[in-house]
């Protein structure tokens, strides 16, 4: 798996908010922070621990990192196709 850059993530941040501006070094760093994860998280399919490996953190943090920052990695894990039930 290849490893995250923060760099795409944050040029393209700032590129869009147009620097910190209102928003404040906090919120542009939280920003930041959500870009990388979703990313490692797109990039293992909602894999929070190969994620967490990508970015070099641990599955916890990981873990406490997505909670705080509200993302739903569910929706990044590949579906399961579900037998059909058999009608006797």
């Given at each position: 798996m290849n490893t995250v850059e923060s760099a795409d993530c944050a040029e393209a941040r700032a590129?869009?908010?147009g620097g910190a501006g209102a928003h404040g070094?906090?919120?542009?760093l939280?920003?930041?922070?959500?870009d990388l994860i979703l990313a490692a998280l797109k990039?293992?399919?909602g894999n929070k621990a190969k994620a967490a490996?990508?970015?070099?953190i641990t599955?916890?943090?990981?873990?406490?990192?997505?909670?705080?920052?509200?993302?739903?990695?569910?929706?990044?894990?590949?579906?399961?196709?579900?037998?059909a039930a058999h009608i006797v």
């Open positions: 590129a869009e908010q070094l906090i919120e542009v939280e920003g930041i922070e959500r990039e293992s399919h490996r990508a970015l070099g599955e916890r943090f990981m873990g406490l990192r997505v909670k705080r920052l509200g993302i739903d990695w569910r929706g990044l894990r590949p579906r399961r196709n579900k037998p």
